[in-house]
T-cell receptor
Framework: GENVEQHPSTLSVQEGDSAVIKCTYSDSASNYFPWYKQELGKRPQLIIDIRSNVGEKKDQRIAVTLNKTAKHFSLHITETQPEDSAVYFCAAGHASGGSYIPTFGRGTSLIVHP | DTAVSQTPKYLVTQMGNDKSIKCEQNLGHDTMYWYKQDSKKFLKIMFSYNNKELIINETVPNRFSPKSPDKAHLNLHINSLELGDSAVYFC????????????FGDGTRLSIL
């Protein structure tokens, strides 16, 4: 099965700095990589996703890059703000028999200091 | 207008009891999921239904029985609750069963005494 490693487990930055969270996956068949943000006591919310036919995707201050050869993908947040503080999860997987089964990383707790 | 809603939000009960969690989505999606998030925040898929049919069952104990009366609803019944069942259970939905963005509910925090 798929195995997803996520680093770092905790990331502390100053407001305005950039933050980078990295994930590696083991199954070369994985083709869909979503990122979720979960604020304390709330539900995970999709913030950006990337498919294996794309190397990079950007949405305002958030970008994701994918290196299929090395089997790793990263989340980049620029000009961080205190409201970016949350736990971020990466996930990887592919549809098997028509069903997509995501494997999640263990999460990164991002703390943005004002 | 909540897209994926689940009830109850909190559930405190004793070991050995049977309990149910309900989930409804108003997004018109075909596929629904149950996830378990443990005390270390690890998120793991349990089940998925597509158009009322079970398509994913990730080696969950058979004390857990999902039921989908229609594609907008997916309920989770748990028999003989154990201490290790304490977690937050999230319902989610997606447009289809493939590689699609998933929308999560607010979670049900289950605490076993």
């Amino acid at each position: 099965g798929e195995n997803v490693e996520q680093h770092p487990s905790t990331l502390s930055v100053q407001e305005g700095d950039s933050a980078v969270i990295k994930c590696t996956y083991s199954d070369s068949a994985s083709n869909y990589f979503p990122w979720y943000k979960q604020e304390l006591g709330k539900r995970p919310q999709l913030i950006i996703d990337i498919r294996s036919n794309v190397g990079e995707k950007k949405d305002q201050r958030i970008a994701v890059t994918l290196n299929k050869t090395a089997k790793h993908f990263s989340l980049h947040i620029t000009e961080t703000q205190p409201e970016d503080s949350a736990v971020y999860f990466c996930a990887a997987g592919h549809a098997s028999g028509g069903s997509y089964i995501p494997t999640f990383g263990r999460g990164t707790s991002l703390i943005v200091h004002p | 207008d909540t897209a994926v809603s689940q009830t109850p939000k909190y559930l405190v009960t004793q070991m050995g009891n049977d309990k149910s969690i309900k989930c409804e989505q108003n997004l018109g999606h075909d596929t629904m999921y149950w996830y378990k998030q443990d005390s270390k925040k690890f998120l793991k898929i349990m089940f998925s239904y597509n158009n009322k049919e079970l398509i994913i069952n990730e080696t969950v104990p058979n004390r857990f029985s999902p039921k989908s009366p229609d594609k907008a609803h997916l309920n989770l019944h748990i028999n003989s609750l154990e201490l290790g069942d304490s977690a937050v259970y999230f319902c989610a939905s997606s447009q289809g069963p493939g590689e699609q963005p998933q929308h999560f509910g607010d979670g049900t925090r289950l605490s076993i005494l």
